[in-house]
């Protein structure tokens, strides 16, 4: 069982910054396209941005475009199972719960929450305005 822990969430103020930190268990981290989703309250949850297992290939929703960039060790680097959100001019509706999610055997990047494996608890996110 592939175990992910998400961690850099907190309070900041709009037009402030914050990256998020997503640690795999597993070695086959490698293997992984990695995504981060996010569900605000009272909303459903979406897909913010995703990166390919070679790091190759990235997604971003219309509205983080730009302010988010998704980053991960390179391919070739077994010793770092993490993956980045860096969130830059946060505004306060980017306040939502921020949960890291992984695909297996070298799938592509998808916006479809259902498509990924395995899911992080979730770190919060609370932009002030």
């Known amino acids: 069982q592939v175990q992910l822990v998400e961690s850099g969430g907190g309070l900041v103020q709009a037009g402030g910054s914050l990256r998020l930190s997503c640690a795999a268990s597993?070695?086959?981290?490698?293997?992984?396209?990695m995504a981060w989703f996010r569900r605000a309250p009272g909303k459903e949850r979406e897909f913010v941005a995703g990166?390919?297992?070679?790091?190759?290939?990235?997604?971003?929703?219309?509205s983080v475009k730009g302010r988010f960039t998704i980053s991960r060790a390179s391919a070739r680097d077994n010793t770092n199972n993490t993956v980045y959100l860096q969130m830059n001019s946060l505004k306060p509706e980017d306040t939502a719960t921020y949960y890291c999610?992984?695909?297996?055997?070298?799938?592509?990047?998808?916006?479809?929450?259902?498509?990924?494996?395995?899911w992080g608890q979730g770190t919060q996110v609370t932009v002030s305005s």
């Open positions: 597993e070695r086959t981290f490698r293997s992984y396209t």
């Open positions: 999610t992984a695909r297996m055997n070298y799938a592509r990047v998808t916006d479809r929450s259902d498509e990924y494996d395995y």
């Open positions: 990166i390919s297992w070679s790091g190759i290939d990235t997604s971003y929703s219309d």
